[in-house]
Nanobody, 123 residues
């Protein structure tokens, strides 16, 4: 089971750190992806990290502002989000896949999904 946390309301230009924690699974054994879905839009890949943590990928819209990382000792994956804009408003989901590589496109790669955490960027 995956549980996201850290979402909330923030003003434009602000920052949030999302966490993805697991119970019953060791996240170090999985490729992890962060996805988001805004109202009326399709779910899109935001960032992902491969199983060993050696490769990360970012959507063009968040590159340079978001950072994905994993803390295997805490069995947690983080998404640090800076310089947030209203366009970042969405429900953010983490997903775990029994794979070496991660993907921002192939959602079928992921076996487990969290229920999401809401991020709202507004004045």
């Amino acid at each position: 089971q995956l549980v996201e946390s850290g979402g909330g309301n923030v003003q434009p230009g602000g920052s949030l750190r999302l966490s993805c924690a697991a119970s019953g699974n060791t996240l170090a054994n999985y490729a992890i992806g962060w996805f988001r879905q805004a109202p009326g839009k399709e779910r899109e890949g935001v960032s992902c990290i491969n199983r060993p943590g050696s490769t990360t990928n970012y959507a063009a819209s968040v590159k340079g502002r978001f950072t994905i990382s994993r803390d295997n000792a805490k069995n947690t994956v983080y998404l640090e989000m800076n310089s947030l804009t209203p366009e970042d408003t969405a429900v953010y989901y983490c997903a775990a896949g029994d794979a070496y590589f991660c993907s921002l496109i192939e959602r079928g790669l992921y076996d487990y999904w969290g229920l999401g955490t809401q991020v709202t960027v507004s004045t």
